[in-house]
């Protein structure tokens, strides 16, 4: 293959992997836009590092980031590219994004809703967190050292809260008139978890069936085998976020909280009210819903949880996507060197065996919590 009509080899093994885990088919494509967005050109003389960059939005930021690392791919779970572009220019924002990265040699790959679908991709991420199912890592041995190619764990941040320079305020809350006059206590941190038996399935199941992923389908309906306390998920959907600073929820007018159970869940990532509006079931779990769309949900009796739209889905990159590129890619990364060994122009790229799997350090939610201080300070 000749090196001036392709991509980098390593970023062709990236794609590869993504879509081996997440087949193109799983997207909904009738509205999505998935696969590889931007393919950067090789160049031997400037090439650039083994190294993939993951990030839920792709913005200005991530790109400068990607550009510090040299890396050859980033994998952005949201299209930068949604529509048919009939110019890419400098005036655009995201347009220039593009030039930039391309300029650089930098490939983007976008999975999106086919994470969404897959077994064991987002929608099951999520509802392990609201089973009690989720697992957390275990903390590494430093000094064991890591398996060539392999991306050791990071600590994972607080997702509602930008912990990292600059530091966003933080404020003690004063209560609103319209607001609960009472605090929910939730469970103590230091009581391990436990899943709780229930059965899952796709809301929309993938049709036709892709016998390489059994079980996929957008979003997921969760039944517990009996009835669980609110407050009991919301101490789980803390802890499986990381211990957020908080989150809207939304509850029958008439209701208590700490009296209403649960027994189904309804759960989608991003913007859930398209898929979950119709729903039979007792709590709605997603990242986003609008007023009337909240409104109407528990006029009928219904529990509303938001998480805001990206922190229903930028955990899933370090809990889950990580460890799954890292399998994928040294794998895919073998075969293509095996595949083109001996290539012209190719040998010192092919040679280079390690890589490395990064997650975005200044991808966040454009929404953060400020919690107001009511001290008179």
């Known amino acids: 293959m000749s090196s001036t009509t392709s991509s980098a080899p390593f970023s062709r093994a990236v794609v590869r992997a993504v879509k081996k885990l997440y087949p193109q088919a799983l997207a909904d494509n009738s509205w999505d836009n998935t696969g590889l967005l931007l393919e950067a050109p090789f160049v031997p003389s400037r090439r650039q590092s083994n190294n993939v960059l993951l990030t839920i939005d792709l913005t200005k930021a991530v790109a400068d980031e990607a550009i510090a690392l040299n890396s050859s791919v980033i994998v952005a779970y949201h299209p930068i590219i949604f529509r048919g572009l009939k110019s890419i220019t400098l005036a655009n924002s995201q347009q220039q994004t593009l ?9 983007v ?28 890592p275990e903390p590494e041995d430093s000094e064991s050292g890591s398996e060539a190619g392999k991306t050791p764990k990071k600590e994972d941040d607080d997702p509602f809260v930008e912990d990292k320079r600059p530091k966003r305020p933080t404020w003690a809350l004063a209560h609103h008139p319209s607001s609960m006059q009472t605090t929910l206590r939730l469970g103590n941190q230091s009581t391990p978890l436990s899943a709780i038996p229930h059965t899952r399935k796709p809301i929309i199941p993938q049709s036709p069936e892709l016998e390489t992923h059994p079980g996929a389908g957008m979003g997921r309906v969760v039944t517990f085998d009996t009835p669980q306390p609110l407050p009991a998920l919301l101490d789980r959907i803390g802890r499986g976020l990381n211990n957020p600073k908080g989150f809207p929820i939304a509850i ?25 509006s119709n729903l039979d079931v007792d709590l709605l779990f997603t990242g986003e819903m609008s007023h009337h769309e909240a409104l109407a949900a528990v ?12 922190n229903s889905e930028r955990g899933f990159l370090s809990d889950v996507l990580m460890d799954q590129l890292d399998d994928a890619v040294e794998e895919e990364w073998k075969k293509l060197r095996d595949e083109e060994s001996g290539a012209e122009g190719l040998e010192e790229a092919l040679a280079d ?6 997650l975005s350090e200044v991808d966040r939610d454009p929404y953060g919590i400020v919690v107001l201080n009511n001290d008179g300070q």
């Open 99 to 107: 030039l930039r990265l391309a300029s650089h040699g930098i490939s």
């Open 109 to 136: 790959y976008s999975p999106h809703t086919a994470v969404d679908a897959a077994p064991g991709g987002l929608g099951d991420w999520l509802a392990d967190i609201v089973t009690g199912s989720k697992k957390n």
């Open 252 to 276: 029958p007018q008439t209701a208590d909280m700490s009296e209403i159970t649960i027994r189904s869940v309804g759960i989608c990532a991003g913007s859930g009210a398209s898929l979950l």
């Open 299 to 310: 006029e009928k009796g219904q529990v509303v949880i938001n998480l805001f739209h990206s």
């Open 353 to 358: 065996v390690d890589f490395e799997i990064m």
